[in-house]
């Protein structure tokens, strides 16, 4: 059965907002944002400590507690005892929306098991800020946010990505761009179009934008610095591979060897100069796939 569930409806539970808070500069807190941390009767903060400065600068004196990935099963009953004895909560996170690539769904979710309103607020959030500036296409888009760390489930999740027709988003910091990149480049054509967002609304927010190929060979000789938003076009925009058989692109590759190359930057060379995946040619180089191109 559905039931409409009214945001401003008063009701003798309290009620969960769910409080976004700038990812950068302060002065992207909105107004109802400022005035709802206020009237709360409790914050369910990511870092109290981080919170606390945000606190601190609106003048803000709600007491907190924590809620991070670490205790939220611990926490959630507790949480949904406060909220049924009618107080209501703020839910924040360190930076941005609550939930997106942060804690607060599983709290969201027990709320609406339980029959408590839950109030959203918009606000700041580094994915939608990104898409809307890249210059890449913005609708259909998919948000996947940090790519898994383990090779096996990394790989997994690029080869379905890269069959996306639609714009793909990611999330990645400072200590793996590069790699990050690196593993895009070797699943996705290097030709695809991708827009990195670094450090927006702060002092050194930048635009990197080009190809996986360029953005690889930026990174060759630039230490990134600060967070970075992943901005990928989708595969129905990318340049059409060039026409060439699994056997030219092997004799190639051989020629390339006899050169003097390594294998792997023979395989790299004839990728780019084909507009394929370099995982592709690697692939069909050591008969990992059926040679029928
Ligand atoms: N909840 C947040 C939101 O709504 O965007 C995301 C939190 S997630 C833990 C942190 C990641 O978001 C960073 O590693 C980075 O990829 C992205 N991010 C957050 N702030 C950013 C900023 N100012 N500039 C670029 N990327 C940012």
Known sequence: M??????????KTGCLYLVPTPIGNLDDM????????QKVDLIAAEDTRNTQKLLNHFDIHTKQISFHEHNTQQRLPELIAKLQEGLNLAQVSDAGMPSISDPGQELVAACVQKHITVV???GPNAALTALIASGIKPQPFYFYGFLPRKTKAQQEALQKLGQL???????ESPYRIKKTVAALSAFLSPQRQVALARELTKIHEAFLRGTLAQLEEYFASHEPRGEYVIIVQGRSLEPTAVEITAEQMCKEIEELVQTGKKPNLAIKTVAQKYQRSRQDVYNIYHGLEEKNE
């Open 2 to 11: 559905i039931t409409e569930m009214k945001s401003f409806t008063p009701s």
């Open 30 to 37: 909105s107004v109802r944002a400022v005035k709802t941390l």
């Open 120 to 122: 959203p607020l918009p």
């Open 165 to 171: 027709e639609a714009t793909f988003i990611l999330y």
